[in-house]
């Protein structure tokens, strides 16, 4: 009974154990770094109720790792078959290199949108003093991305692997 | 698209002269006033020279007044400007037309006033209304509020909390043999409202036990007449004022259709500010005025015949080495080209010696940004956006900028989009599919079916563009005349590339050795040691090794973004066509491509930017540029019509 359902659904149930985490660790990260920066320009908006469109471009830069875990929580539920039915039945060790390989983005996408909302909401604070930093402020927060991008790059390339061994 | 010769003027003219010149300059568009202190005089021109001042205080102070009384307009009475509106446009003449502007300023004083009366006259309403709210609930007490003693018996009115139960409060003071008694006037949510009434020789037990239960006297007791009385007393005093408030109100709403004048007068004290701020510098004798100054060399001709007509004395000279530092710096582009300076200016201008890089950001800032958006339906969006906003607004100057920025990006995004076979992300295919037809739309690169091209292609691309800055660095040292620097620091790193490129396709190593050192050999070159020479060659090989290395790499971003794009783009699609209704398709399918969009742009936009200024401007840039400043006519809420 237990190893039926392990064989049947084992595999499965790991891979998307490792996608859903890459999707909500990194929504949660985004979550907080915008959150955190959506407080402080809310309180910059106070004081300056014009500089809006450039309060949220600042506070939107965090949200891109969620965008980050989504897509790799969709191109490994994807690859594994769980939208169209062929991932039950998934031997385990394949559902569990799925499932691996979906987390450098979900630690690397938690983490770096957390740190890259405080850059946030310091470069918000820079433009209460500094209208015009703006420029500036972006380009702090978009040093931090990168190491996202890089996470994001090696869930990909390692699914993309995987993928064609089994393909 | 070079950075604009600058020729250093120096003058001299009659003082009396001053207003005119500096009109007619001004007109002319083309001369920037150095500040003097730059290039102090010495010990025995100083004791000549004086500055003297041309009212800049007076005159900011009146342009900061004409600016409130728009803001006060525009926070009365809003003015109704749709999403494209365009500036009106007016003649230069016109600008520096003065004679109505002390009315203006007169007019926006008033505003000022006004809005300072309706302060206070508000101020004023708010504590009558706090008042009539703090008597009200004594209305139905007919006693004057003076009233305070009788022969004898003292009256008191006076508050308890709700929370109080009356009727023991009654019992106790009736247990009491001190003949007093409390008459309820009424009762709120969280307060009685009561008036005791005691023997005056009791007044202290009775004011004990009361105090018991949380008894407060109440302030109303200063007033004189009944409450009733002092209401209807009060909202008169109210209606009068808010009829005062509703007359200012109105006078500064009769002001609105003076809208347009105020702010063609705030341009035109703009103007004024402009040419007594460049005034003040100039340096002044008893009879004349001095000052140096830039001018590109080749507006230089149109100077002849202006100052043909002034009484002056004046000469052009190139800049020496020393002046650099200070020569203003002007991009001079084309139409193309020109919208490129937001970004150059966002970072530093380029120094004097350095040079223009707008033309190398027209070839790659789009080219990036079009391959991480990659969507034919995208770029064709943001190019109509462009193309409407620059159209229907009638932009100048950098809104007009941004407006060809965009239109710009837009082709080189559906240029990508056609090559990745993608049309707002694969809409087509799944519509098709939800119909039942297969349609396969072919694309040259995908990044999700074949990634490693992709991602071997962008690191390819981001190799070129930083060989590219490596040989603007190596022009410019070329043009500058330090052919060894040119050799030693570009020629040596080309060797090692070379190098390697034979040795991979298994030609020889040999030149790769060469260049390895030579790059050894010459990098530490400026120290004055040997041991200094050797290790500041082998550091230098190794932070070559490892910036290039980390420089690369960073354009797998490219890559990734373009994938991130294209996945959220089918995700929606798929979300959609798994309605099977295409009403609710459209639905999923509007709102999920505008919020793909959206953060896609900013995401493209950053991200190629940090490209240039980080990885590309790294290898050859030279910041630092004093941007170019001319005495020339300056608005914000008009647009200054060009005649020539």
Redesign the interface.
Known sequence: MVSTFISTYGGMILGILGGGLAAALCCVGSAKGTGIAGEAGAGLLREKPDMFSKVM?LQ??P??QG??G??IW??SVMWMGV?DGSAVGMDVYQGLLYGVACLPIAIGGFFSAIYQGRVAVSSIHLMAKQPDAM?KG??L???V??YA??S??AS??ML?GIHNAFA | MAIEKMKRLKLVAVKSERESLLKELMLLGCVQISEPELHSPDAEEAEIFTKETAGLSEFRADYERLLSGIELLNKYVPEKTGLFSPKPEVSRQSVLDESSLKEYIELAKSLDDADDKIKRLAVEESRIKGLIETLEPWVSLEVPLELSETKTCVLMPGVVPSTVDLKTLKAELAADESESQIFEVSSDRDIHYLLLVAMKENQAKVLEIVRRFGFAPSSVSNMKGTAKENISDLKKKLSALETDRKALTSQIEAAASSRYELKLSADRMLTKAGQAENAERLLCTESTINFEGWIPAREEKKLYPVLSRFNCAWETSEPTEEDIEYVPVKLQNNAVTQPFSILTEMYSLPAYNGIDPNPFLFTFFPMFFGIMLADLGYGLLLFLGGFMYKKKAKLKGSQANVAVLLMICGIATAIFGALSGSFFGDAIPQVAKMYGAEIEIPSLINPLADPMTVLIGALILGFIQLIVGTALNGYMLIRDGQWMDAVFDVGSLWLLFLGLALGVMGATWYVAYAGVAMIVLTQGRSSPTIGGKIGGGLFSLYSIASGWFGDVLSYCRLMALMLAGAVIAQVFNTLGTMTGNIVAFLLLFIVGHLLNLGLNIIGSFVHSLRLQYLEFFGKFYREGGKPYQPLTIKTNYVNIIKED
Request: proline share 0%; net charge negative.
């Open positions: 471009i939107v830069i949200g891109t965008l980050y989504f897509v969709f191109i939208l420029g972006v380009m927060c978009v040093i991305e990168f991008i890089l994001l790059l990909f390339l993309i």
